[in-house]
């Protein structure tokens, strides 16, 4: 089974620097995907950022860069020039290509608080 | 906003009531897949539905159900609710017509559901 692993509960940086949120993974398949979804204190799920495993870039997206090294297995994502909006829970996602008629099923790890001061 | 819409926003009921949730997929997209989040076990995997048909399982009761109709909405049955019930219900998106199965999930707002 598919595993992710976030080993920081919670995390603080100063507006405008830069921080990395980890995430480990654990699988067996040679093709995967990889998410990171941020959640505010309103609840919703907001996609940031997707590295497929065959990507030779690092993917970025406007302030979001994901960290790709397979080898060690980690997807650690990159917020740069951080903001007060960036204040909120990250979750690191793989898609689990279930053996069962092709699901794309996510899943999660625990997720990271990330508190911005000003 | 991802495009996916779900109703209702909040939810209160007491133990052993049945309740709805509805989901809408963003316009295009086949799949729905249903997740629960609770304080103990995070986010989690229900079940998801591509073009009408159950296609996987994950953690869901035997007390939970859910359908996808013809017009892609689908709903999510919980019965006889208990306490342990309470959670952030989310439904996600993805794999739209001509597209792929790798597709990006895109998440509606969510059910925030409170059982007293």
């Known amino acids: 089974a598919q595993k992710i692993t976030q080993t920081q509960p919670g995390m603080f940086v100063q507006e405008k620097e830069a921080v990395t949120l980890d995430c480990t993974y654990d699988?067996?398949?040679?093709?995967?995907?990889l998410f990171w979804y941020k959640q505010p204190s309103s609840g919703e799920m907001i996609f940031l950022i997707y590295q497929g495993s065959y990507d030779q870039q690092n993917a970025t997206e406007g302030r979001y860069s994901l960290n790709f090294q397979k080898a060690r297995k980690s997807a650690n994502l990159v917020i740069s020039a951080s903001q007060l909006g960036d204040s909120a829970m990250y979750f690191c996602a793989m898609r689990d290509r279930s053996t069962q008629g092709g699901s794309e099923k996510l899943v999660f790890g625990k997720g990271t608080k990330l508190t911005v001061n000003p | 906003d991802s495009g996916v819409t779900q109703t209702p926003k909040h939810l209160i009921t007491a133990t052993g009531q049945r309740v709805t949730l509805r989901c809408s997929p963003r316009?295009?997209?086949?799949?729905v897949y249903w997740y629960q989040q609770s304080l103990d076990q995070g986010l989690q995997f229900l079940i998801q539905y591509y073009n009408g048909e159950e296609r996987a399982k994950g953690n869901i009761l035997e007390r939970f159900s859910a359908q996808q109709f013809p017009d892609l909405h689908s709903e999510l049955n919980l019965s006889s609710l208990e306490l342990g019930d309470s959670a952030l219900y989310f439904c996600a998106s993805s794999f739209p017509i001509g597209g792929a199965s790798t597709d990006t999930q895109y998440f509606g707002p969510g059910t925030r559901l409170t059982v007293l």
């Open positions: 316009s295009g997209d086949l799949s």
């Open positions: 699988t067996s398949d040679p093709s995967y995907g």
